[in-house]
């Protein structure tokens, strides 16, 4: 593995770069042979929130799921949340060839209460707790998926699935083994309870009030508004002729969500990009989901959401010494014009050279 030199401006802060990598990782100083390379320069973007093992057809093969790893590894996506997959992924972590992979075991949902084979549909709200005690032996032990709210047809809305007591059991059986929970919810009704639990993360939040806003903002809650997946809501509502409440209802998340998305930011808290890749969205799309937070946010502040506090939130090493060489490289300043992001000009994962105008190649033959 050859040595390099990696230099230049870090796009999210406007602070000079200058990083070693030798073995892999990154070092105090770089060798008097080491190959520079150029540009501005991020630590790997955290996707927060995709499926790999999933596909708008439904359940992948093993196979696919590496291609849809690899996929978001050729984007710059160089470390991934895993919010849920039936396929067991965990042959796929620990690969230097491949994205940083955190899994957080199958989505954990009632019986016709969430998407059909993709989670584990429990019969009784009471099995809950035992049922994330499952998924965190399961996953990676970092992270568990609780389905906190989907239509109920018996009302024809949204609504939450899990009595409140329940919840704060089974958050607190994660808690207990060290992992911390997410939750799926698009509605209002589910997130009080959802936050009294002391749920640790929000996916997409477009029913966040200002009420809850406040409450996830004091109590540290993070929020993944996968807000490229999020436009795919007028789309749900006009496929749901048999429940025109839903439909209504998911018309008005879908306006109302870059206003609350801006809330969040400006009530203090963490934001990060996931596109909810695997169902109605392509893996390796982290770009079109930094640019669209860019646009709510300034990109700055959505590359820095995308990078280096992400990879804090997720307690994966950015670019301190010691740390594995994951870095994207940009010919251009992403802030200057957010279609860069498109087009990474080299990526560098656990120091090897796996995309970048011909040097890939030229590293690997010296």
Known sequence: MTDLRVVGTDPATGEPVDLAVSGGRIVDSAAADAVTVTGFVLPGFVDAH????YSPVGT???DEAQQQARANLQAGALALRDCGS????SDLVDRDDLPVLIRAGRHIALVKRYIRDLGVDLDDPADLPGEVARQVAYGSGQWVKIV???IDRGIGDLAPLWPDDVLAQAVGVAHAAGCRVTTHVFGEDALPGLLAAGVDCIEHGTGLTDETIATAAA??????PTLINIENFPAFAEQAHRFPTYAAHMRDLHARNHAMVADAVDAGIGVHAGTDAGGYVEHGKIADEVIAMGQ?????RALAAASHEAR?????PGTEVGAPADLVVFAEDPVADPAVLRRPAVIIRAGRVVRGSGLAQRVDRL
């Open 86 to 89: 039936p396929v067991d992924t």
């Open 60 to 62: 992948a093969t093993f």
């Open 219 to 224: 109590q540290g809650t993070h929020l993944v």
């Open 50 to 53: 995709c499926h790999v093992g």
């Open 296 to 300: 709510l946010l300034g990109m700055r």
């Open 312 to 316: 804090a939130w997720l307690r994966t």
């Open 148 to 150: 906190g709210d989907w």
